[in-house]
């Protein structure tokens, strides 16, 4: 059974460039346009991986975080932040809320999915 990842962005094409590289590798990708979207969807369905922005309009990358956190099932699910912020402080912000890892955009497709394998197999 292929590894569901949940990929948060209010970029279309950052989305759409995510997901086909997942697919791309065998996963499945659901994808949410904001962190309130991100949220409902995560509760909707157990995912793998979530893969999150920081600067999303509604709810941010690290409320996201902080939110999925506080649900029992997401305990321990790794959480990736996909940004274009590569500050130490907000990576160190990232970290406190549960972040699992920090990517910055651009990415290189081959680079996300050696992550991504590297977390969830």
Known sequence: MAKKVLTVDDSTSI???????????????????????GVAQAKNQQV???L???????MDGLTLIRTVRALPQYKSTPI?????????????SGRAVGATGWLVKPFDPQKLLEVVRKVIG
């Open 80 to 92: 990736l932040m996909l940004t274009t912020e590569s500050s130490d402080a907000m990576k160190q």
């Open 15 to 37: 989305r759409q460039m995510v997901a086909f590289t997942l697919k791309s590798a065998g996963y499945e990708v659901v994808e949410a346009a904001d962190g309130n979207a």
């Open 52 to 58: 999150t922005d920081q600067n999303m309009p509604g």
């Open 48 to 50: 793998d991986l979530i």
